[in-house]
């Protein structure tokens, strides 16, 4: 079963414009981290946030976490028309340490 | 480093036919992580390997997948036979564990597998 879930599905954006992307997760996590993920391509590990962290920059990326809410958000600021993939959140919980991904946003930033 | 790479690339196969997925992780690296992408189901992992060690096998789907590392630097994904619902693309990634914290996973290209 999928401990996070990325909210939207999908996202489609003109560029320059920001976007935010949402995960929500079910149990206590040890950290949880953002991949990026190109048409046809693999997984791009982009930024991971612990637990007792609320909030990591990275370039025009910025994730927040809320533990009391057992969510994140990523957002990309200025977006470009390079930033078109699909993005997903992995989770660790508990004695765990094997990510769990969402199903993932795909994100559209059009030219 | 080259990263973790994967063969083949692309594999068309008859259902009933062995397939063999071959891994390459980053040298150095201890963990060894399989997934299996679908549009329906999204990435879900296979197996995880520890120091060459299966530890967790609990995300493989029937006895038909098998899965082996012999060596720190390759591993094997088999199905055999094969069927049409395993179609999907199969990722290999590859991380540095240490002191019970999971680090970022490095994700090979993929090995997109279609059954006919």
């Known amino acids: 079963s999928q401990q996070g879930e990325e909210d939207p599905q999908a996202l489609s954006i003109q560029e320059g414009e920001n976007a935010t992307m949402n995960c929500s997760y079910k149990?206590?996590?040890?950290?949880l981290q953002w991949y990026r993920q190109n048409s046809g391509r693999g997984l791009v590990h982009l930024i991971l946030?612990?637990?007792?962290?609320r909030e990591k920059h990275s370039g025009r990326l910025r994730v927040t976490l809320d533990t009391s809410k057992k969510s994140s958000s990523l957002l990309i600021t200025a977006s470009r028309a390079a930033d078109t993939a699909s993005y997903f959140c992995?989770?660790?919980?508990?004695?765990?340490?094997?990510?769990?991904f969402g199903r993932g946003t795909s994100l559209i930033v059009h030219p | 480093d080259a990263g973790v790479i994967q063969s083949p690339r692309h594999e068309v196969t008859e259902m009933g036919q062995e397939v063999t997925l071959r891994c390459k992780p980053i040298s150095g690296h201890n963990s060894l992580f399989w997934y299996r992408q679908t549009m329906m189901r999204g990435l879900e992992l296979l197996i995880y390997f520890n120091n060459n060690v299966p530890i967790d096998d609990s995300g493989m789907p029937e006895d038909r997948f098998s899965a082996k590392m012999p060596n720190a630097s390759f591993s094997t994904l088999k199905i055999q036979p094969s069927e049409p619902r395993d179609s999907a693309v199969y990722f290999c990634?590859?991380?540095?564990?240490?002191?019970?914290?999971?680090?970022?996973?490095?994700f090979g290209e993929g090995s997109r597998l279609t059954v006919l």
């Open positions: 149990t206590s996590i040890n950290n």
């Open positions: 990634a590859s991380s540095l564990h240490s002191g019970g914290a999971s680090g970022e996973l490095f």
């Open positions: 946030i612990r637990s007792n962290e």
């Open positions: 992995a989770s660790t919980s508990g004695g765990s340490y094997i990510p769990t």
